[in-house]
């Protein structure tokens, strides 16, 4: 796959490359895809919990026994 960019963009991806310890403009590209793949996924996840009817109070006592059930499974 190529991809064509105005000089202003492809700039910006040179320096990010080199800024950000990227060996090349591809591993650039690559990682925002994976970071933006990522974003669309908890997205949608927030929005299925969302929709998933009404959740817990988040007081003192939920966190009480979260710290519990994590330390009875540890």
Known sequence: ???SLPAELKHF????V????YGTSSEF?????RRERARIQLRE???AG???G?????DAGYF???RARITDEA
Not at 29 to 33: E, M, Y
Request: charged share 30%; hydrophobic share 35%.
């Open 50 to 52: 969302m929709e998933s």
């Open 18 to 21: 080199g800024e950000g310890g």
């Open 45 to 47: 996840r927030i929005v």
């Open 13 to 16: 991806v040179e320096s990010q």
């Open 64 to 66: 009480e026994r979260l």
């Open 1 to 3: 796959m190529n991809v």
């Open 29 to 33: 590209v690559r990682d925002l895809i």
């Open 54 to 58: 009404p959740g817990s109070e988040l």
